[in-house]
């Protein structure tokens, strides 16, 4: 009788587990059978929203916040189609002019590309790599700030890198100011490229904007096959096409690559043959050249001895601004520079060597060569930099009075503690790092001639 | 005889627990909300559910369904600031939290906590004060977490009887704990209590298990014995019967409320304390119904 109820008992009791149907995560994606292209019957069109926000430049929010942060870019609209202020869209952290106007500006960098007017950035991962058709950007306050799109051909989820990482741009124009504040759908007209994509990088441009541009999502229409032939023509050089072009870009690669080597050699011995240019005082070529461009005075060393001799003349190379060409730069080109960079005061590396293009041992190997003379440093968004980095930069840079570290979320707190052998420093940008104020409390106890506060952002709810 | 009737009751426990088989799912909460605004104002929903200024919001999210109402402090009004407003935002800026996974289920304090600091990011100053209470239900543990601040708050009910209900938090008579935003300047003067103030409770539930969570203008109207009688009529879990269950509970409440004669919870507190009233308390009333049901897609 007991064995037969604990047997029941046992029975009854016995635990049978059933999985049940769990509800899918956050779906971005939907295929959009498009039956109404009548040139593209077979294939399928894929309207996607941004599933991940990878890397940008700056927010208006705090770190531990979702209101006014950058995150809110990705996933389905929470806004739009209304217009104003609202916590759930992305927006960046200055508008206007004020910011390059207030004292602790630094000074604008001679040599930047008329073409070039990106303040800040945001790159999107999709779901799904599809050769582009439409971008579109939901903005919902003052819009009109993006002034370029570009798509790269690595996939960020997958594992596999391709042999070298191409930026393509997309669309690109001037910065316009929009008379009306109300909310929009920006949809430029953008370039056909031959790869298929999943990851944009969007360029703002905000100084013409009366207050914080705010936006809300972003859309991207794509192919998941390539285009059939006869719609897919070669890349048609529009109006929106300015001199960041893809074929200005990979000239610059070539010019970073051969400028310093080669060498027409003629024969004939240096400084003659070159018609009135011999006759012209020496300073006089460096104050022509010193209006040129960096792509243009590296083509130039390719002209002539006597032009090599002068674009390669470290006089020209006092202030270095590589951030237009982050899509370029990788460690064969510092280690091209690196010659004429012995008198370099002022370097700005911002935004450069993501994704593997510059290496810790090719930054620090340049650092070497033309740390002695350097007084300012912008690494903004470099997220190659290590620790071993920094301390080799506090070697090498003894005179060094400002850098700028900002948005640098991937080095540790104690990698910090090296700056403060930075004797020098006036000024020092540590917006969205990862230091500790009890780092800088303890470590960073050396007379600091700040004129300028130093802007940290704590990893807590408030930025000051 | 005695070894009899144990082994009888071991073995009815076995079958009800074997034929049941609550134990390998997931449970979730069926909720209809339904109210009042004080000033008959009932048909204006902004986002997220308000009813005058109260405000309350249902979240569902993959490890947790989360419910929440708060009350806005109507003295504001005086100040000429809204107080719905305050209210309204604190309960969206929960729900946010909640859908995009940024909350533990077993802290629901962290809930509060965090859309009450998202508040302060906003760059329009936000300026008002409300009472909150947040009732989480962990799917997989099958646990109820609750936290409360002010008077706000919910009863759990089960097999007719109320097996948990939430305690008031007041400061001194109608003026509840609450959480504030103030003027710069006047922060001194004006009571605001932190987050970490609020109770926190946990505890299991089960099947069938009823939860009513609303604003004190449910609670100060509408004694216990009444609520129970109108819970008994709910039988099934299907949404319709949940919300015709609200809709009956808050149409009570809004009745006695503008009864003169009656003698109120509310008005039986007052006697208490030494004023002599009668009649209901015209509130905002807020009516979160839910049942414990199991989860389906």
């Known amino acids: 009788m007991l064995t037969l109820l604990s047997m029941f008992y046992y029975i009854c009791l016995r635990r049978r587990s059933r999985s049940g149907t769990r509800g899918e995560a956050l779906n971005s994606r939907r295929a959009v059978e498009s039956g109404q292209r009548t040139a593209l019957p077979v294939s399928l069109e894929v309207e996607q929203y941004a599933k991940e926000v990878l890397d940008f430049s700056s927010h208006y929010g705090s770190e531990n916040s979702m209101s006014y942060t950058m995150w809110n870019l990705a996933g389905v609209p929470n806004v739009y189609p209304s217009s104003g202020d609202f916590t759930q869209t992305a927006v960046f952290r200055a508008y206007g002019t004020w910011w390059e106007q207030c004292a602790s500006a630094p000074p604008r960098f001679r040599r930047t590309p008329r073409g070039f007017h990106s303040q800040d950035y945001i790159e999107l991962a999709f779901e799904e790599p599809v050769y582009p058709m439409a971008v579109e950007v939901l903005e919902t306050y003052y819009p009109g700030a993006i002034v370029q799109i570009q798509a790269c051909n690595l996939n960020p989820f997958s594992q596999n890198t391709p042999a070298d990482v191409r930026w393509e741009v997309l669309w690109s124009a001037e910065p316009t100011k929009v008379l009306t504040p109300q909310a929009r759908q920006f949809s430029p007209a953008i370039r056909q490229i031959s790869f298929p994509t999943n990851l944009l990088r969007l360029e703002i441009n905000s100084s013409l904007q009366q207050y914080y541009t705010e936006l809300d999502a972003v859309i991207l229409r794509g192919l998941r096959e390539r285009p059939i032939l006869p719609l897919y023509k070669m890349p048609v050089i529009g109006v929106g096409d300015l001199s960041d072009s893809d074929e200005e870009l990979a000239d610059m690669a070539a010019a970073f690559r051969h400028g310093g080597d080669d060498e027409v050699d003629d024969g004939k011995p240096p400084n003659a043959g070159n018609g009135h240019f011999d006759r012209l005082p020496y300073e006089l070529i460096q104050l022509i050249l010193s209006h040129l461009t960096l792509r243009d005075l590296c083509r130039l060393a390719q002209s002539c001895k006597l032009l090599h001799q002068h674009c390669c003349d470290p006089l020209q190379y006092t202030q270095l601004s590589l951030q237009p060409y982050w899509a370029r730069l990788s460690d064969a080109s510092l280690g091209h520079l690196q010659s004429r960079c012995s008198l370099l005061q002022r370097l700005n590396l911002s935004w450069t060597g993501n994704r593997g293009a510059l290496t810790p041992s090719g930054f620090t190997s340049f650092m070497k060569a033309c740390g002695p003379s350097l007084v300012s440093l912008e690494l903004s968004c470099c997220h190659f930099l290590t620790e071993a980095c920094l301390e080799v930069l506090s070697q090498t840079c003894p005179g060094l009075q400002e850098l700028n570290l900002s948005s640098c979320d991937r080095l540790h707190p104690q990698a910090f503690t090296h700056i403060s052998k930075l004797t020098r420093l006036r000024r020092l940008v540590l917006y969205r790092t990862k230091i500790e104020v009890l780092i800088v409390v303890r470590r960073l106890r050396w007379k600091l001639r700040t004129q300028h506060r130093a802007m940290i952002t704590r990893r807590g709810m408030s930025s000051s | ?297």
């Open chain 2, 1 to 297: 005889m005695l070894s009899v009737l144990s082994y009888g009751r071991l073995v009815a426990r076995a079958v009800l627990g074997g034929l049941s088989q609550t134990d390998g799912r997931d449970y979730s909460l069926v909720t209809a909300s339904y109210g009042f605004g004080k000033d008959f104002r009932k048909g204006i929903l902004k986002k997220g559910m308000c009813y005058g200024d109260d405000a309350c919001f249902i979240a569902r999210h993959k490890a947790a369904d989360v419910l929440g109402v708060a009350d806005g402090v109507g003295g504001w009004r005086d100040y000429g600031v809204d107080p719905s407003q305050f209210s309204a935002t604190l309960m969206r800026t929960c729900e946010r939290l909640v859908k995009e996974g940024r909350f533990v289920p077993s802290q629901p304090v962290g809930i509060l906590t965090s859309g009450y600091y998202e508040l302060l990011q906003n760059k329009v100053p936000l300026l008002g004060s409300s009472t909150a209470c947040i009732v989480v239900l962990d799917r997989r543990s099958h646990q109820l977490h609750t936290c409360n601040l002010g008077d706000s708050g919910f009863l759990v009910v089960r097999g007719g009887e109320v097996v948990h209900r939430s305690d008031e938090q007041q400061h001194y008579f109608n003026t509840p704990f609450q959480l504030s935003i103030a003027p710069p300047g006047v922060e001194g003067v004006v009571l605001s209590d932190s987050p970490d103030a609020a109770d926190s409770a946990s505890f299991d539930v089960q099947l069938g298990d009823i939860i009513l969570t609303a604003t004190d203008g449910l609670f100060d109207n509408m004694p216990d014995y009444m609520i129970l009688r109108e819970l008994k009529k709910l039988k099934t879990t299907n949404y319709d019967s949940v919300l015709q269950t609200a809709e009956s509970i808050a149409k009570q409440a809004h009745d006695l409320a503008y009864d003169p004669n009656y003698m109120s919870p509310f008005a039986q507190f007052a006697c208490d304390n030494g004023l002599n009233v009668r009649g209901g308390k015209p509130d905002d009333i807020t009516v979160l119904l839910s049942i414990v049901a199991e989860y389906t897609d």
